[in-house]
């Protein structure tokens, strides 16, 4: 699940200190019992099939299973593990969910400066992009990234900051954790050719 390529049975084999036979031998299983094929042994003891049972839910007494939700294929020379085919609507409609929600280059940079600001008022994000960004913030706003954060004592205008959800979407855990932009301005050093350029 964790490679981003086909494993290979030698791969396993020696990540798992095995045989690439028994490797073989095992995938074999694991696909079989994906598809819901998987047979209890005739000599398996009562004690083990119920324990076997409760923990991996693998099959029951009478040989019959249910196919999973996913299932191993070998492909492209190594295994991997794909949602079922007759899954693939349901699980085609959160991956298409996904890319419809990708935000525009407008409502990144907004989402920015309201995070690196915060608490901000929608004046303040314009002024810095050097545009109007009121529909902008109604979108961060509906996406839950961004909430009120109460009023600017003088002026009134409402405060925006980011959510728990932009946090979680982010991997952090607070603003602080956010990644520092210094690294990524200029230097003292070049601080003139810079203000130079943008004047040309």
Known sequence: ?????????????????LTVDVVDSLLAELQREYN???????DTDVASQTSTNTSS????TDGNAAPRGFELRNIAGGWRIYSRAEFAEIVGGFVLEGQTARLTQAALE?????????????ARVSAIRGVNVDSVVRTLTQRGLI???????????????????????MGIGSPAELPQLSPHLPGLEGIEEFYDAGRM
């Open 1 to 17: 699940m964790v490679i981003d390529e086909p494993a290979t049975p030698t791969a396993l084999a020696a990540g798992l200190n």
């Open 36 to 42: 819901g094929y998987t047979v209890n042994a005739p």
């Open 57 to 60: 839910n693998t099959g029951n």
């Open 110 to 122: 907004t989402l920015a400066v309201i995070a690196y600001r915060q608490p901000v008022s929608r």
């Open 147 to 169: 909430e009120d954060s109460g009023t600017d004592p003088e002026s009134g205008a409402i405060l925006y900051r980011t959510t728990s959800y932009f946090l979680e979407r």
